[in-house]
């Protein structure tokens, strides 16, 4: 990277800067120019990963407001949102496992709404309880596959 681009990035003075470090050939050094454009980089890693927490978290809570119990004729649509690929992981995998609670609040009432509708059925299966039967099944296997501790810790 040229120097006028440093000087840029760094809002100062590329050859300033170099002298500052004792830096007599005008390369940058750790320290140098380059080290706030990679503590950005590291800032702005930070920021994504709050901002995705708060994303999931938010769908999570909007997710239980919609809840199968409340607005059935959602369930199909609740359901794949729940198991989309990029929520589900970003659930699971939060930090200090803080996503769990979420979603067991949110598997829990699935179940239970599947389990309301199956003794409440007639003799056949409607097709939408059968589709929802089905993604109720691939969210197990999901789960299954990718969290196998949440599983462990909430089999009750």
Do not use: K
């Not at 994303?55 to 809840?67: E, I, K, Q, Y």
């Amino acid at each position: 990277m040229d120097p006028a681009t440093l000087d840029a990035l760094n809002g100062g003075s590329a050859e300033v800067a170099a002298q500052g470090n004792g830096d007599t050939d005008g390369s940058p050094t750790a320290a140098g120019p380059r080290a706030p454009v990679h503590a950005s980089e590291a800032v702005l890693a930070s920021a994504r990963t709050q901002l995705t927490l708060l994303a999931s978290t938010a769908v999570c809570n909007a997710l239980w407001s919609l809840r199968p119990q409340r607005v059935p004729a959602f369930s199909l649509s609740w359901l794949s949102l729940l198991c989309h690929r990029s929520l589900l992981p970003a659930v699971i995998h939060m930090p200090g496992a803080r996503g769990w609670p979420m979603l067991l609040r949110l598997v829990r009432c699935m179940f239970s709404f599947l389990g309301d509708t199956l003794r409440a059925c007639p003799v056949g299966m409607p097709t939408t309880l059968r589709l929802f039967y089905r993604g109720v099944l691939r969210l197990v296997v999901i789960l299954l596959h990718d969290a196998q501790d949440f599983l462990a810790d909430n089999h009750h």
